[in-house]
């Protein structure tokens, strides 16, 4: 599954292709949504940004477009005018006068006003995103306080989509590896500076993975390793999917664990 910044970058993709422009003709598959294509067309694309999984691509004239893919969805981007050779429906188009991106096979779409938005079911049960501007390492820190969050053990936390939107199982490991943190651990149990540090480290890891393309290992480092000769997913990572293998940073070898059917990787040498 893909997680935060996978679903970031492939938001960025789309963004590239529209956003800031005019949208000359939006167009809608679904019988139910076909009255706001006329509505949306001729609007500015002002954002194009991930929610969870689902997509938002928000208008200036204050609707935005709610889309989740499911497992069938799938999002291309063309020039204006032209269409893929793809045996698919189409389920909306949103076209400029150089770019277009296509959404087709995807159902669960609707178009939301700010009321909308904030009663949206899916929408309105998320923590903030982990990769919006405002989730600062401080609003991360709060979280780790507030009671909903603070008694339960951290390796289900992090998951909680509640607690903040976007962290998935490879994100879960190596943030805990990067505060040095135990996924045992329960946020109430940590002293001020652990939980410092894991909020810190929940917001840069989240960020490199976005901006480099999925590695979380130390950028310096995997280069370095890259230079070695190491594929890809051997240097990607601090610990996950590294089991048996020596930290990079202590040299002790790393342990796999599963709670809740979800593998988990830690350094017994680092994590207390
Ligand atoms: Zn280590």
């Known amino acids: 599954m893909p997680e935060g910044p996978e679903i970031r970058r492939a938001a960025d993709r789309l963004a590239r292709a529209v956003e800031g422009d005019v949208a000359l003709k939006v167009a809608f598959g679904l019988p139910l949504l076909r009255r706001f294509g006329a509505k949306l067309s001729g609007q500015r694309v002002l954002r194009i940004r991930p929610r969870g999984k689902a997509l938002l691509t928000s208008f200036e004239g204050g609707l935005t477009i709610y889309s ?3 497992l069938y969805g ?54 903030p995103d982990l990769l919006d501007e405002a989730t600062t390492p401080a609003v991360v820190e709060a979280r780790l ?29 190596e943030m805990l ?22 909020a810190e480290a929940i917001v840069a890891v989240g960020r490199q993975a976005w901006k480099r393309a999925g590695v979380t ?18 240097r990607r990572f601090h610990v996950f999917d590294r089991d048996g293998l020596p930290c990079w940073t202590c040299g002790e070898l790393i342990e796999r664990s599963e709670t809740g059917g979800r593998r988990l990787y830690a350094c017994p040498g680092c994590q207390v």
């Open 68 to 70: 989740h893919n499911q």
């Open 74 to 127: 799938r999002w291309m981007v063309a020039r204006a005018g032209e269409r893929p050779r793809i045996n698919r429906e189409l389920r909306l188009s949103i076209e400029t006068d150089t770019d277009a991106i296509l959404l087709y096979s995807a159902s669960d779409i609707a178009v939301l006003d700010a009321r909308g938005m904030a009663a949206h079911p899916f929408l309105a049960k998320l923590g």
């Open 145 to 173: 306080a507030d009671r909903r969050f603070a008694g339960r053990t951290l390796a289900a936390v992090l998951l909680d989509q509640a607690f903040v939107a976007g962290i998935g199982n490879y994100l879960r490991s």
């Open 177 to 198: 590896f990067v505060a040095g943190i135990r996924a045992d651990r329960r946020p109430k149990d940590l002293d001020d500076r652990e939980r410092t540090a894991l």
């Open 217 to 234: 290992n130390d950028w310096q480092r995997a280069q370095q390793l890259k230079a070695e000769g190491l594929s890809f997913e051997t």
